[in-house]
Antibody, heavy 123, light 111 residues
Framework: EVQLVQSGAEVAQPGESLKISCETS????????VAWVRQIPGKGLEWMGAIYPIDSDTVSETIYSPSFQGQVTFSADTSISVAYLQWSSLTASDTAIYYC????????????WGQGTLVPVSS | QAVLTQPPSVSGAPGQRVIISCTGS?????????VQWYQQLPQTAPKLLIFSNDNRPSGVPERFSGSKSGTSASLAITGLQAEDEADYYC???????????FGGGTKLTVL
């Protein structure tokens, strides 16, 4: 059974760094892109970009939406099948629910989703 | 502003049929890229409902169907049930943006 389990809610302050995780199981982690999707409370879905995890000896391939390029960083640990989303300096506008989602093989859609991680940023 | 345009809300009585539209452009839907639909029940993660324009994943009832023509796509729900009350999002790929794009979402209310 394919599962994506995300880390719990993280309350953070402006200027702090943060890394949230997406633990995958039930499929070959190195065969599918893992995407990140933002949802500001009460708003729609925004594609942030995706990572293609490659084995530990190779740098994973990443693609970022222009709206998020330079604002966040994707990474992955293939030894434990986990994808990460991180910020170096959060702002209040980063307050949202963040979903990870598995991209279907050779397709531009998402067939399995994590449960979401709420990141409230407030001083 | 979302790249794909959806009506903010639709409604229908139980048992009725509703249609949700999704309008794109010549750089996404009209450029031949497939359209997907996701259902997001309150306080839950999105769930794939329709993929590749008109295909249902295993477990999705036949009451849900998708279609695509030109620069637009539609999601039809027949035999409306109270449990269908949710937000629905269309999604495609945009060649100009070189990335995935979503519609703004449509809130379905079952009267």
């Amino acid at each position: 059974e394919v599962q994506l389990v995300q880390s719990g809610a993280e309350v953070a302050q402006p200027g702090e760094s943060l890394k949230i995780s997406c633990e995958t199981s039930g499929y070959d982690f190195t065969s599918h892109w893992v995407a990140w999707v933002r949802q500001i409370p009460g708003k729609g879905l925004e594609w942030m970009g995706a990572i293609y995890p490659i084995d530990s000896d190779t740098v994973s391939e990443t693609i970022y939406s222009p709206s998020f390029q330079g604002q966040v960083t994707f990474s992955a640990d293939t030894s434990i099948s986990v994808a990460y989303l991180q910020w170096s300096s959060l702002t209040a506008s980063d307050t949202a629910i963040y979903y990870c989602a598995r991209q279907a093989l050779n397709r531009n859609y998402f067939d399995f989703w994590g449960q979401g991680t709420l990141v409230p940023v407030s001083s | 502003q979302a790249v794909l345009t959806q009506p903010p809300s639709v409604s229908g009585a139980p048992g009725q049929r509703v249609i949700i539209s999704c309008t794109g452009s010549t750089s996404n839907v009209g450029d031949g890229y497939d359209v997907q639909w996701y259902q997001q029940l309150p306080q839950t993660a999105p769930k794939l409902l329709i993929f590749s324009n008109d295909n249902r994943p295993s477990g999705v009832p036949e009451r849900f169907s998708g279609s695509k023509s030109g620069t637009s796509a539609s999601l039809a729900i027949t035999g409306l049930q109270a449990e269908d009350e949710a937000d629905y999002y269309c999604q495609s790929y945009d060649s100009s943006l070189s990335g995935v794009v979503f519609g703004g979402g449509t809130k379905l209310t079952v009267l």
